[in-house]
């Protein structure tokens, strides 16, 4: 190179670049939990994980079986889906929600993780755009804001909020990690504040289907929704009722209008569920029998774990849907996470989602039968100590 010539700028990603979009993101949570699994690992009897929440039970039989008959598939699946699987999604939003929706309504999506993260930059969001989300919530919503360049803002009731500046408005019920559930005047009243300042609602719904002592209620219901679906999304996953995480199995329904829109950027963009994960998506959605083996399964560990955590001193709040308990013992949720390491069983600590959770720590009962029972003894042994 000649002494001349100036240097190069880094490659875009590199470090020194002039603009990283990792920069712009909080550090991954996940990461600091490390040394804490390295130390429930030691234990004699091994790691009892109770803390990221991802499936262990079989993929049910009928789900499998409708995902090898279209492994053969060689051509090109269409955003949208054929016409079978939007009927087959609008078909149990009704039965299930009471939602009267048509095929139009509905796209699926590659995870309900991806349509957070990628939302409000595929709506056009940008700065000097809000996106609100609960105080206590997902740490997606969070870093889809920041993707697009929006501000993220936390809210705990919507009259907080800034009507001028919210474009998007998350509600999560059941929510994560707390479980809490809101009711249909809830909802109904964050959906009239939501239009009034023409804001779209997006109601984040992927654990409606695991309510314990509650019975989650979706927001496209006609009750809540006064009979239109303007301005609202309802966002479903079949992760949790159907063992489906790794197929990546979701939906998004709704306003048409803005459904459209999102086809739209999609198909530029070849966001594409796969075909057979699509066929997989429809037989899912067709049976009821696996859903409720599932929900027996999760019903019979939260039991378990919710009396031996609360035999060892913890105070369990809302918690009355979803795969999570939310527990506390009063005291740095960091202290907790430590000190439930050392019995091998791992947890996540509250302030992953938000300040809010620094006393908590969320409690995943999505481990087999045998690491809850192994757990469980642990924290009555310790109790008894």
Sequence with gaps: MSTNEAPRAPFPGHPGAARRVSDLLPVFPWDRLEPYKATALAHPEGICDFSVGTPVDPVPEVIQKALAAATDRPGYPTVWGPL????????????????????????PTIGSKELVAWLPGQLGLGPGDQ?????????????GALLCGATPV???DVEELDPARVRLLWLNSPSNP?????????????VRWAREHRALLVSDECYLELG????PVSVLRPDVCEGSHEGL????????????AGYRASFVAGDPVVVGELLEVRKHGGMIVPAPVQAALAAALGDDAHVAEQRARYAARRSALRGALEAYGFRIEHSEASLYLWA????PCWQTVADLARLGVLVAPGDFYGPAGERFVRVAFTATDERV?????????????
């Design 131 to 143: 996106v609100a989300y609960p105080r206590l919530a997902y740490p997606t919503y969070e870093v």
């Design 233 to 244: 999304l309802a966002v479903h996953s079949l992760s949790k009722r159907s063992n489906l």
């Design 212 to 215: 314990w002592e509650a019975e």
């Design 328 to 331: 506390t013992r009063d005291e």
């Design 84 to 107: 079978e699987l939007r009927e087959a999604i609008a078909g149990w939003l009704a039965d299930r929600c009471g939602a009267e929706i048509g095929p139009q309504g509905v796209l």
């Design 178 to 190: 707390t479980g809490r559930v809101l009711g249909a005047d809830q909802l109904r009243r964050a």
């Design 154 to 156: 936390e809210y705990e």
């Design 373 to 385: 029972a192994s757990a469980v003894a642990r924290l009555y042994e310790a109790a008894k100590a």
